[in-house]
């Protein structure tokens, strides 16, 4: 008796080669499949061994698995996009505010203070973000204080010499048919010299601040 279909057992019947369709333990070739096969031996009457050859088609064991192949290939490369997709959203997540902080970076060395980081990111780059724009207002701040006393009297607070002499220069720039006259007025104080020598220097600070404050 045997399990072999019909075109395996032509196959094994006609004679093949012993390599090719001979039966043994392991793997055989009959016809256009491979088969796997186990011999055992069986008991029987006295001086008469039995021996049974079982065999299996190897394509047919495996047919049940194949579904199970493409199941795991699919998550394997469903994984694999979730992986390329997450690191594409991490390497973004990271490079938009650097290269944000470049940007600004070159911005703050050609003077520019006007527009802070505008991010949505939160953790230790939002926080670097944060520190960035705190440190781009206090250098605006210490930058317009700087221009600030070099244009104007620290006491007083009115333009000083060179700032009066830079506003001058710009209106007597102006071509002459523009309609703006340019007026220059000249103050002094009388006896302000005795205001000092009498009431003392801090008097005489008080009396100029009181003056700038009018003529503001």
Same mark, same amino acid.
């Given at each position: 008796?045997?399990?072999?279909?019909?075109?395996?057992?032509?196959?094994?019947?006609?004679?093949?080669?012993?390599?090719?369709?001979?039966?043994?333990?392991?793997?055989?070739?009959?016809?256009?499949?491979?088969? /796997? +096969?186990?011999?055992?031996?069986?008991?029987?009457?006295?001086?008469? $061994?039995?021996?049974? *050859?079982? =065999?299996? %088609?190897?394509?047919?064991?495996?047919?049940?698995?194949?579904?199970?192949?493409?199941?795991?290939?699919?998550?394997?490369?469903?994984?694999?996009?979730?992986?390329? /997709? +997450?690191?594409?959203?991490?390497?973004?997540?990271?490079?938009?505010? $650097?290269?944000?902080? *470049?940007? =600004?970076? %070159?911005?703050?060395?050609?003077?520019?203070?006007?527009?802070?980081?505008?991010?949505?990111?939160?953790?230790?780059?939002?926080?670097?973000?944060?520190?960035?724009?705190?440190?781009?207002?206090?250098?605006?701040?210490?930058?317009?204080?700087?221009?600030?006393?070099?244009?104007?009297?620290?006491?007083?607070?009115?333009?000083?010499?060179?700032?009066?002499?830079?506003?001058?220069?710009?209106?007597?720039?102006?071509?002459?048919?523009?309609?703006?006259?340019?007026?220059?007025?000249?103050?002094?104080?009388?006896?302000?010299?005795?205001?000092?020598?009498?009431?003392?220097?801090?008097?005489?600070?008080?009396?100029?601040?009181?003056?700038?404050?009018?003529?503001?």
């Amino acid at each position: 008796a045997t399990s072999l279909p019909v075109r395996a057992l032509t196959s094994l019947m006609s004679g093949a080669s012993a390599a090719d369709a001979a039966p043994f333990n392991g793997r055989a070739v009959l016809g256009h499949d491979t088969y /796997l +096969g186990q011999e055992m031996q069986l008991g029987g009457a006295p001086g008469r $061994v039995v021996n049974v *050859l079982l =065999q299996g %088609s190897e394509s047919a064991a495996l047919a049940s698995y194949r579904p199970w192949w493409w199941q795991i290939v699919d998550v394997l490369g469903g994984a694999f996009l979730l992986a390329l /997709l +997450g690191a594409w959203l991490l390497a973004r997540s990271v490079t938009k505010p $650097v290269r944000l902080l *470049l940007e =600004q970076a %070159s911005a703050i060395e050609a003077g520019d203070y006007a527009e802070p980081i505008t991010t949505h990111e939160s953790g230790e780059l939002g926080a670097l973000v944060e520190k960035f724009n705190g440190m781009q207002e206090a250098i605006a701040r210490r930058e317009a204080s700087i221009r600030h006393h070099a244009r104007h009297d620290g006491l007083t607070g009115l333009p000083n010499r060179t700032h009066f002499e830079h506003l001058i220069g710009e209106n007597l720039r102006r071509p002459r048919s523009s309609k703006l006259r340019l007026v220059v007025m000249v103050i002094g104080l009388d006896r302000f010299k005795d205001i000092n020598d009498t009431l003392g220097y801090e008097a005489g600070d008080r009396l100029l601040r009181e003056v700038a404050q009018r003529l503001q």
